[in-house]
């Protein structure tokens, strides 16, 4: 089955600890994104790719960094700068940067403790 | 920044109720999609609209793209218990950067009248 996989599914971090969030898509989509989602907001945008071993930075990006070093994997890492990084990641990823239909994996809630 | 202003924030609806929501913005887009997401789980798109006027059918939803460009409308026909969840539209920036970078809406809560 294709489709994007996120995990672990919770995760829990204690302050001052950096966290990866892992993002797979067997689509074959050029294109990946990372959101946040805080409750009764909609998503925000922290950063994207348009294509492997390229990424640009979303409107929230700061105290979080990125690599995309195969087209099917972007990790997100939630670094000790960010101040208040529990909330719902989710990750996206569309056929290409030109394609607005993105295809979201099932989220990653982050706690921290 | 930009922002799209989804209306109602919350609704209830009782099976076989017909349902309406409504999504505007400030500026013109050019593509409208609107997702649903389940509690804990990642928004499944449903529909997406490409061309103002557009009319789009999806089972017993039905989206509308703005004449004015600016809005877009989703209604869900004759609901049933499995349509609670949260409701986002969403489009691409209109300027710069990947159409693949979207900005939501808030969302529609629908849940079940008690």
């Known amino acids: 089955d294709g489709g994007i996989t996120q995990s672990p599914k919770y995760l829990f971090r204690k302050e001052g600890q950096n966290v990866t969030l892992s993002c797979e898509q067997n689509?074959?989509?050029?294109?990946m994104y990372w959101y946040r989602q805080d409750p009764g907001q909609g998503l925000r945008l922290i950063y994207y790719?348009?294509?492997?071993?390229?990424?640009q930075k979303g409107d929230i990006a700061e105290g979080y960094s990125v690599s995309r070093e195969k087209k099917e994997s972007f990790p997100l890492t939630v670094t000790s700068a960010q101040k208040n990084p529990t909330a719902f990641y989710l990750c996206?990823?569309?056929?290409?940067?030109?394609?607005?239909?993105?295809?979201f994996g099932q989220g990653t809630r982050l706690t921290v403790v | 920044g930009q922002q799209l202003n989804q209306s109602p924030q919350s609704m209830f609806i009782q099976e076989g109720e017909d349902v309406s929501m409504n999504c505007t913005s400030s500026?013109?887009?050019?593509?409208w999609l609107w997702y649903k997401q389940d509690p804990g789980e990642g928004p499944v798109l449903l529909i997406a609209l490409y061309k103002a006027g557009e009319l789009t059918s999806n089972g017993r939803l039905t989206a509308q793209f703005g004449i004015t460009r600016k809005d877009s409308f989703l209604n869900i026909s004759a609901s049933i218990p499995s349509d609670v969840g949260i409701y986002f539209c969403a489009g691409p920036l209109p300027y710069g950067g990947s159409q693949g970078n979207l900005i939501f809406g808030k969302g529609t809560k629908l849940s079940v009248k008690p």
């Open positions: 689509l074959n989509h050029d294109a």
């Open positions: 996206a990823s569309s056929r290409s940067y030109m394609n607005t239909e993105a295809f």
């Open positions: 500026s013109i887009f050019n593509t």
């Open positions: 790719s348009q294509i492997v071993n390229d990424f």
